[in-house]
């Protein structure tokens, strides 16, 4: 029962990072865009930490004892990463993504959160390509973390991407209306979310 909700948790936390960037984009696409992006964001972000949960499963075997210890870690610098993105991030602004190949629609689209507000840009599959796997970089880690833990693959893959489609469509809505503040506070709670796992986690190993 706690292995599912934490991987409920998980799939939050994933949707969180998303809905943030979503925000961002939603200023500059067009309304018949959102399942589009929604689309892509949810294949590529319920694949990635599943993928990342099957490598942490077989390493948990090889670490033994010590992958409580390590997942707990791996899950603590993640959070205290969004802590820190949330931190920096101004009132109205989305911060921009620290993984370089989501960087490639972002050049193209220009400055998002506040300039061109009445130009809307059609998202190039590739760029949304691209921009998904930008973003699930540290989801692969975060499902890593997880992996070590146990967990069903599958289980975290259905849920993230579900939950990442439903955030996706939120944060571009949010977006057009220019309710950008939204996405500090989504960064906030994905890392404090985190935090509360790993602290979970550290208290059954001691």
């Known amino acids: 029962m706690i292995l599912h909700l934490q991987m409920v948790i998980a799939a939050l936390v994933i949707s969180m990072d998303t809905f943030a960037v979503a925000l961002a984009l939603g200023t500059r696409t067009q309304k018949g865009d959102r399942q589009r992006i929604a689309v892509a964001f949810a294949l590529l ?31 603590i610098l993640l959070a205290l990463w969004l802590l820190e993105q949330a931190r920096e ?3 109205g602004r989305v911060p921009p993504p620290a993984q370089p190949l989501s960087s490639t629609l972002r050049e193209e689209l220009g400055p998002l959160p506040n300039e061109g507000r009445g130009i809307r840009f059609r998202p190039p599959v590739t760029g949304l390509v691209l921009m998904s796997l930008g973003l699930s970089l540290d989801n692969v880690l975060l499902g890593f973390g997880f992996g070590l833990r146990g967990g069903g693959a599958l289980l975290l893959g ?9 955030s996706t469509h939120l944060g571009l809505h949010l977006g057009r209306l220019g309710r950008l503040r939204f996405g500090r506070w989504a960064l906030a709670g994905a890392g404090v979310l985190l935090l509360v796992v790993a602290v979970g986690i550290l208290i059954g190993e001691v």
């Open 45 to 75: 972000g319920g694949a990635t930490p599943a993928a990342g949960l099957l490598v942490g499963q077989v390493m948990s075997g090889w670490i033994g004892t010590a992958a409580g210890w390590l997942s707990a870690g791996i899950l």
């Open 89 to 91: 991030s101004q009132p």
């Open 158 to 166: 259905v849920l993230a991407g579900l939950f990442i489609f439903a």
